[in-house]
């Protein structure tokens, strides 16, 4: 089936620091993959995308490559700021085996907490 | 602001009873998703719509149904309440469900059971 792993957090970093969150996925065709970032007490916001290989998506500073030979899609920002700090979640999207055509969902990995320390 | 709006923010109810959280999807979004959210689980899809009819499951409870009517809100009804169904409840809509759509997140509805 699909499925996503990230880096265990808490991750703490200083202010300006860079910032690397792993992720990679397990998908059974080939998948769109998201970063979505949750402040406290807010919903998810899409950070950034990639749909095919090769492709690098990036917003705010963050970027992520779709590397289809390694499976990953690595969130890095050169230098964080401590309104960075959230929950970030890798996604991706897929139609899970023997669903329908067209039944895209997204699979989460378990998020990585980030703290960023003045 | 996502333009998905999800009502009550909060409910606090006991074990046995009957909820019912509502979505409203950004205008011109066909496809909502109802995802769970609790930290054992992380984030589990649980159905998603379009356009009025279901088009897929993840790891729905029986005991969970949900429905989107003809102006495209949606709502998901929980019922027999147990407490390990505490948890934040999130709607998501897309345009059309296409896999390289991204999602748009409301706020949540946390739900305390009691």
């Known amino acids: 089936g699909n499925s996503v792993t990230q880096m265990e957090g808490p991750v703490t970093l200083s202010e300006e620091a860079f910032l690397t969150i792993n992720c990679t996925y397990t998908?059974?065709?080939?998948?769109?993959l998201f970063w979505y970032v949750q402040y406290p007490g807010e919903g998810l916001q899409l950070l950034l995308k990639?749909?095919?290989?090769?492709d690098k998506g990036s917003n705010k500073g963050f970027e992520a490559t779709y590397r289809k030979e390694t499976t990953s899609f690595h969130l890095e920002k050169g230098s964080v700021q401590v309104s960075d700090s959230a929950m970030y979640f890798c996604?991706?999207?897929?139609?899970?085996?023997?669903?329908?055509?067209?039944?895209?969902?997204?699979?989460f990995g378990k998020g990585t907490k980030l703290s960023v320390i003045p | 602001d996502s333009g998905v709006t999800q009502t009550p923010k909060h409910l606090i109810t006991a074990t046995g009873q009957r909820v019912t959280l509502r979505c409203s999807p950004r205008?011109?979004?066909?496809?909502v998703y109802w995802y769970q959210q609790s930290l054992d689980q992380g984030l589990q899809f649980l159905i998603q719509?379009?356009?009025?009819?279901?088009?897929a499951k993840g790891n729905i409870l029986e005991r969970f149904s949900a429905q989107q009517f003809p102006d495209l809100h949606s709502e998901l009804n929980l019922s027999s309440l147990e407490l390990g169904d505490s948890a934040l409840y999130f709607c998501?809509?897309?345009?059309?469900?296409?896999?390289?759509?991204?999602?748009?997140f409301g706020d949540g509805t946390r739900l305390s059971i009691l």
């Open positions: 998908a059974t065709g080939y998948p769109s």
């Open positions: 990639a749909t095919k290989a090769d």
């Open positions: 205008s011109g979004d066909l496809s």
């Open positions: 719509y379009y356009n009025g009819e279901e088009r």
């Open positions: 998501a809509s897309s345009v059309s469900g296409a896999k390289n759509q991204p999602q748009h």
């Open positions: 996604a991706l999207s897929e139609v899970p085996r023997g669903s329908g055509a067209g039944s895209y969902q997204l699979t």
